[in-house]
């Protein structure tokens, strides 16, 4: 039930952050060259974890085998972090030859990944600090 | 006053195993997984939301403000409990347990106040101070979850009015905490934009 819930939210998770990445056109955080895409990843995602989850009853008492709630917090954060950092490095990682690191424009905040990779804005501010 | 919240009780969970269909989604919806994870993803897309820095600063903080106030309403229910054993509504009439036990489990805490309606409309105060169709959003399935709880036979009415003021309640509360550490919460922020994630 446990590995179930982590899975759901994380699976959910990195729908929404697809989603968002297509709609506020935060292009380095995307997997995808095609802004669409990510609109069907999002649908794929969101609805295959509830669908998947929900398939069976989760109304389980955390008395009995269900979890209790600072435990579905717990996960539910953890998950949420998790899909976080795979989507940073995996957007990184497949787009790494598509940014302008060096272009002009905002230099702080999520509007500077609307120009580079999470990965590229970081090894930026390294460069800059050595 | 407990007569009407019984009667209303008995006509919401009166609809309960007339239709199938209604009893699977209220099945679906009523548990702890179904709706608070949408809630989380409400705010989730918020948080990178607005049309410009100030307007995407202004959901971040509505963001923090109903994380916080959800903080406090469950902090709230939680010491409620000390002062409140109302018993479920399965408890006073055993008669719709058969119900309860068809849709959802029996849960064994107090059923004043609603921690449900505490938790879901602490979530949509928290975010109207952002964003107010996301927080409409929020609202309708803090109502629908809450419904879905009366439905079930958990929860009489009187315990979701009671939850939803101690949730609005505390989103104001969590709203003058963030201004009263202000200096605090702008530093957070910022360091969180140092990090591109702001």
């Known amino acids: ?130 | 006053m407990i007569w009407l919240d019984e009667k209303l009780f008995f006509l919401i969970n009166g609809l309960a195993g007339k239709s199938e269909a209604a009893d699977s989604f209220m099945r679906l919806v009523v548990g702890e997984q179904f709706i608070p994870v949408a809630m989380v993803m409400v705010l989730v897309a918020m948080w990178f939301l607005g049309k410009d820095a100030r307007g995407r600063e202004r959901n971040q903080r509505a963001v923090w403000t109903a994380l916080i106030g959800v903080g406090f309403a469950s902090a709230a229910v939680a010491l409620s409990n000390h002062f409140f054993d109302r018993p479920r509504p399965f408890d006073d009439f055993p008669e719709i347990l058969p119900i309860v036990n068809g849709l959802f489990y029996p849960p064994t805490d107090s059923s004043f106040p609603s921690n449900s309606a505490a938790v879901g409309f602490a979530f949509g105060m928290g975010a109207w101070f952002g964003n107010r169709k996301a927080a409409l959003v929020i609202f309708f399935l803090a109502i629908l979850w809450t419904f879905a709880r009366v439905y079930c036979g958990v929860h009489y009415p009187l315990d979701i009015v009671g939850g939803a003021v101690i949730g609005i309640f505390c989103s104001f509360l969590a709203f003058g905490f963030l201004r009263l550490i202000e200096p605090l919460a702008k530093w957070f922020l910022d360091i969180i934009r140092l990090l591109y994630l702001a």
């Open chain 1, 1 to 130: 039930m446990e590995l179930d819930y982590f899975l759901f939210v994380f699976m959910v998770s990195l729908g929404v952050f697809q989603l968002m990445a297509s709609w506020v056109k935060l292009d380095g955080i995307s997997f995808f060259p095609r802004r669409y895409l990510g609109y069907i990843f999002a649908v794929v995602m969101v609805s295959g974890g509830y669908g998947w989850f929900f398939g069976v009853d989760r109304n389980i008492a955390d008395t009995a085998g269900g979890i209790s709630g600072p435990f579905l917090f717990g996960y539910l954060f953890g998950a949420l972090c998790l899909a976080l950092v795979v989507t940073l490095l995996f957007s990184s990682a497949v787009r790494a030859r598509w940014g302008k690191p060096d272009s002009e424009g905002e230099q702080r905040g999520l509007e500077v990944l609307k120009r580079m990779t999470f990965i590229q804005a970081i090894s930026r501010d390294l460069r800059r600090n050595r």
